[in-house]
């Protein structure tokens, strides 16, 4: 039991450092209702968007797609 406190007493803080983290990256008060929407409808809309761009000649990959976009973290 100890250590399952232990595990997840860090959880909070990685939380609230991630929330911290979109709040500096993007400019925008998670606090703020406005804002905090206006964040949650673009995270919404990027994963709708393929993860795909073109090149710059172009050209499609072998499979027909155009080269995909690596994901990125905010960590």
């Known amino acids: 039991m100890a250590s399952r406190r232990r595990s ?3 959880v909070g803080n990685t ?3 991630r ?3 979109v709040e500096e990256l993007t400019g925008r008060s998670l606090t703020d209702p406005r804002q ?3 964040l949650s409808a ?3 809309a990027a994963r709708l968007l393929p993860l ?3 090149t710059v000649d172009g050209n499609k990959n072998s499979s027909g797609n155009a080269h995909r976009m690596p994901a990125r973290g905010l960590g």
């Open 19 to 21: 929330l911290r983290r």
């Open 42 to 44: 673009a995270a919404y």
């Open 8 to 10: 997840g007493a860090g």
């Open 52 to 54: 795909t761009t073109p």
């Open 36 to 38: 905090a929407t206006e």
């Open 15 to 17: 939380v609230r450092y």
